[in-house]
C-alpha cells in the first residue's frame, strides 16, 4: 500500500562542501522525485563520527515536519551493514522516515521523533550491481533513491524487508554520572555531546539532571580533575584536560557574563553548556566532544 508522498528531504552527512558529493545525492533526489526541496542539515558531521550524527539529529529532529531525513555517516559503507528505512508518526499522524545505514545514526532521533512507537523497520532492497562501479557511494546508489522513493509516496514495505525494531544497532547513550567528591563535594560527570560554531560546550546532562543533583542555579560551579570524584571508570572516554579549579558562573544567558568569562547555562536544547562571554569555551578550556566534564559544588 502506498503512503501520502511527502515534499522535503531533510539532509545530513559527513561528506563536507569541498567535494561534488553532496551536489550528487542533491541530483539524484531531484531525478526520483522532481520538485521536492532538500534542506542540507549540516554536512560537516566530523568524518566518521556516528555519535556526532546522531546527536545532531535527535537536536534537528523536533523541529522538521513531515518528510524523509537522508543521514549518511557511514565509516561502514561497502561491508555487510544494512542500510534502514525507519517510518515514525508524528504527531497528528503526519509521516517522518528515516533512511541511512544501521549503524547507531538513526535510531535515537527516530524514537524521539514520534509520539507513539515506531511504526517499522525496513532493510533496503539493493539494485543490480554495476560492476563498473565500486561499492562506496551508498548516499547517491542506496538512500538518495529510497529517499526520492518516499518522497513519491512508495511505501518503505516496496523498498525493503522489514526489521524488528529491537534489532537495529544502538549506540551507549550519553554519560550523565554524580557522585560526591573526597571532600564531601557533590559532582556531576557528564559527556560533552557537541561543541558549536561558537566554542559552547553541550553537555550530554539536561535541565532535569541539574535538578535530580541539586546543581544550583545561581553562584559558582567549580571543574574539576576526574581522579578526585568516587564515580569510577569513565566508560572508556577521556576526561577534558581542564586545569582543576576552574569557576563558572551560572547565568541565563550570554550577554549576563563580561568578555571572556566562563560560564553555565541551559541552553535551547534543555542541556547543561559550558560558555564564554564573547569567546570560545572550548578553546580555552581546550574541551573536545567525547571527553568528560566533572563539574562540583
Not at 87 to 95: E, F, N, T
Not at 244 to 252: A, I, K, M, T, Y
Amino acid at each position: 500500500m502506498a503512503t501520502a508522498p511527502v515534499q522535503t528531504v531533510f539532509f545530513l552527512s559527513d561528506y563536507g562542501t569541498h567535494d561534488e558529493f553532496v551536489g550528487v545525492v542533491h541530483a539524484v533526489v531531484a531525478s526520483g522525485a522532481p520538485g521536492v526541496s532538500v534542506i542540507d542539515l549540516t554536512h560537516h558531521i566530523p568524518p566518521f563520527d556516528v555519535r556526532a550524527g546522531s546527536h545532531t539529529l535527535v537536536r534537528a529532529v523536533p523541529h522538521l515536519g513531515s518528510g524523509v531525513v537522508l543521514a549518511v555517516v557511514d565509516p561502514g559503507v561497502g561491508l555487510r551493514r544494512r542500510g534502514l528505512c525507519i517510518q515514525v508518526a508524528l504527531p497528528g499522524g503526519s509521516p517522518m522516515f528515516f533512511v541511512g545505514p544501521d549503524n547507531g545514526l538513526l535510531i535515537a532521533a527516530a524514537e524521539s521523533a514520534g509520539e507513539a512507537p515506531i511504526a517499522g523497520v525496513f532493510e533496503l532492497h539493493r539494485a543490480p550491481r554495476n560492476d563498473d562501479l565500486g561499492n562506496t557511494f551508498d548516499g547517491r546508489d542506496l538512500f538518495a533513491p529510497a529517499a526520492a522513493a518516499l518522497c513519491r509516496g512508495v511505501a518503505p514495505s516496496e523498498l525493503g524487508d522489514p526489521v524488528n525494531p529491537a534489532a537495529v544497532v544502538r549506540l551507549f547513550g550519553g554519560v550523565v554520572e554524580h557522585g560526591r567528591l573526597h571532600d564531601g563535594r557533590t559532582c556531576l560527570r557528564a559527556e560533552v555531546t557537541w561543541v558549536d560554531h561558537f566554542g559552547n560546550i553541550q553537555l550530554a546532562a539536561t535541565v532535569a539532571d541539574a535538578r535530580t543533583t541539586g546543581l544550583p542555579v545561581s553562584g559558582t560551579i567549580e571543574v574539576v580533575e576526574q581522579t578526585e570524584s568516587d564515580l569510577g571508570s569513565p566508560r572508556d572516554l577521556r576526561s577534558a584536560l581542564v586545569p582543576d579549579g576552574v569557576l563558572l558562573r551560572c547565568v541565563d544567558t550570554f550577554a549576563d557574563l563580561d568578555h571572556g568569562e566562563l560560564g553555565l547555562l541551559v541552553d535551547a536544547n534543555g542541556h547543561l553548556a559550558v560558555i564564554a562571554g564573547e569567546a570560545s569555551a572550548a578553546r580555552w578550556l581546550n574541551v573536545a566532544a567525547g571527553e568528560l566534564m566533572v563539574l562540583a559544588w
